[in-house]
């Protein structure tokens, strides 16, 4: 916590915006530095954001919105969020959570929900932090045991109210 505070006293200077097309190139370096060209997917439900240091992104996260009879997972999600190791602990993972639920509030949605692995404690704190509380969909139990046996690791559900 203390850490925290300094490394936030210390922090670059960096935007939180949409992705540009560039800026989805440069991700799919980062995150797949073994496959070049490989751009992020573009998904029409999906925003992605970004924060940047001048021209280097950073980190990012995503809100994806999935309708009523297209998926499991119906409303406002937020997905992957990731910020580059060493510029951790000094606000840009609240950043851009604050963007996403921003949009997500503009567009009037009524609750955005997460994902988030149940031993990933720094992530499941930052949601607190932001009002997020745990909640259980037993539509998607079935789909959270198969992450379990995959991943090693339960996912819990973590919601906030908007309204
Ligand atoms: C989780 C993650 C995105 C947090 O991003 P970050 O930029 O380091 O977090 P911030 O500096 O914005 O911290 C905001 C809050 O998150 C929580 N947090 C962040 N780092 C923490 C740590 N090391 N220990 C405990 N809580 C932590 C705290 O609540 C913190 O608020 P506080 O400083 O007032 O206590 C980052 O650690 C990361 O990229 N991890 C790997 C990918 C991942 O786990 N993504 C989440 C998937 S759901």
């Known amino acids: 916590m203390i850490y925290r505070e300094v490394a936030r006293r210390f922090s670059p200077d960096f935007i939180v915006?949409?992705?540009?097309?560039?800026?989805?190139?440069?991700i799919g370096d980062w995150l797949y530095p073994n496959e070049p060209e490989e751009m992020l997917d573009e998904d029409?439900?999906?925003?992605?954001f970004v924060a940047r240091r001048g021209e280097e992104v950073i980190g990012l996260a995503s809100l994806v919105?999935?309708?009523?009879?297209?998926?499991?997972?119906?409303?406002?999600?937020?997905f992957g969020l990731m910020v580059k190791r060493?510029?951790?602990?000094?606000?840009?993972?609240?950043?851009?959570?604050?963007?996403?639920?921003?949009?997500?509030r503009r567009e009037r949605a009524s609750e955005?929900?997460?994902?988030?692995?149940?031993?990933?404690?720094?992530?499941?704190?930052?949601l607190r932090k932001l009002g997020f509380?745990?909640?259980?969909?037993?539509?998607?139990?079935?789909?959270?045991?198969?992450k379990r046996a995959r991943f090693g690791a339960r996912m819990l559900i973590m919601s906030k109210s908007l309204t």
């Open 65 to 78: 919105r999935y309708s009523q009879d297209s998926h499991l997972y119906v409303g406002y999600w937020i």
């Open 17 to 26: 915006c949409e992705a540009s097309e560039e800026d989805l190139r440069k």
């Open 133 to 146: 509380e745990m909640k259980e969909i037993p539509e998607l139990e079935e789909i959270l045991e198969k």
């Open 44 to 48: 029409p439900n999906a925003t992605i």
């Open 86 to 104: 060493r510029y951790r602990g000094m606000g840009l993972g609240e950043a851009l959570h604050r963007a996403r639920i921003d949009r997500a």
């Open 112 to 126: 955005i929900l997460g994902e988030v692995r149940e031993d990933n404690y720094r992530a499941i704190r930052l």
